[in-house]
């Protein structure tokens, strides 16, 4: 059970390059999630899946594109870098939002990160 | 506009010591509340989480306290150790309104235990 896996670890794009990071996850969870960590900012939401076929914006879409072809799968693509997408990129994975008792099932189970440097 | 602050950046304390992490939010329709802690170059792993439900939830060293008037939880470890440095992400959630399970994380506190 490998968890969340993402691919490439690194990767360093001139800017106008595209590019496709790949996160797979074998706990077959609904949900995906791709964030993007900055220095003092936190982690914040690019797009996310709610299952196969779906996609959704988060905080901040733009210049990101997605697709959810297979459950286990959640590709994120730049297809024109910029310098401002120079970011450590994760991928999460949860089994399903809901509450029972105060507990939930919508922990986020976090990837090791991509770091992409755009020059 | 930040909904969810961690306003220190960094936190020092001597191994044994109780460690106080803090988090405020703006959102009154968050209902889930979660701490995730990060090791560098790694991803971060959940930790405690909290139900608006719940004013208190303990796990193990980790305490986590909810205080919904204040709009403001805390996380709790006794006694820290050093193997507990590293970035703590608080992270909130609207659970029962929206069926996305989207966090709004807030910008991380350091937490340095010194031996």
């Known amino acids: 059970n490998a968890g969340v896996t993402q691919t490439p670890k690194f990767r360093v794009l001139k800017t106008g390059q595209s590019m496709t990071l790949l996160c797979a996850q074998d706990m077959n969870h609904e949900y995906m999630y791709w964030y993007r960590q900055d220095p003092g900012m936190g982690l914040r939401l690019i797009h996310y899946?709610?299952?196969?076929?779906?996609?959704a914006k988060g905080e901040v879409p733009d210049g990101y594109n997605v697709s959810r072809l297979k459950k286990q799968n959640f590709l994120l693509g730049l297809e024109s870098a910029a310098p401002s997408q120079t970011s450590v990129y994760f991928c999460a994975s949860s089994y399903t939002t809901g509450t029972s008792g105060g507990t939930s099932t919508d922990t986020q189970y976090f990837g090791p990160g991509t770091r992409l440097t755009v020059l | 506009d930040q909904q969810v602050k961690q306003n220190s950046p960094s936190l020092s304390v001597q191994e044994g010591r109780i460690s106080i992490l803090n988090c405020d939010y703006t959102n009154s329709m968050f209902d889930y509340f979660l701490w995730y802690k990060k090791y560098p170059a790694e991803g971060p792993t959940f930790l405690i989480s909290?139900?608006?439900?719940?004013d208190k939830n303990e796990d193990g060293r980790f305490t986590v306290f909810l205080n919904k008037s204040a709009k403001h939880l805390s996380l709790h470890i006794v006694p820290s150790q050093p193997g507990d440095s590293a970035v703590y992400f608080c992270?909130?959630?609207?659970?029962?309104?929206?069926?996305?399970?989207?966090?709004?994380f807030g910008q991380g506190t350091t937490l340095q235990v010194k031996p």
């Open positions: 992270a909130a959630s609207a659970i029962w309104t929206s069926n996305t399970g989207k966090l709004i």
């Open positions: 899946s709610v299952g196969e076929g779906t996609t």
């Open positions: 909290i139900s608006s439900i719940k």
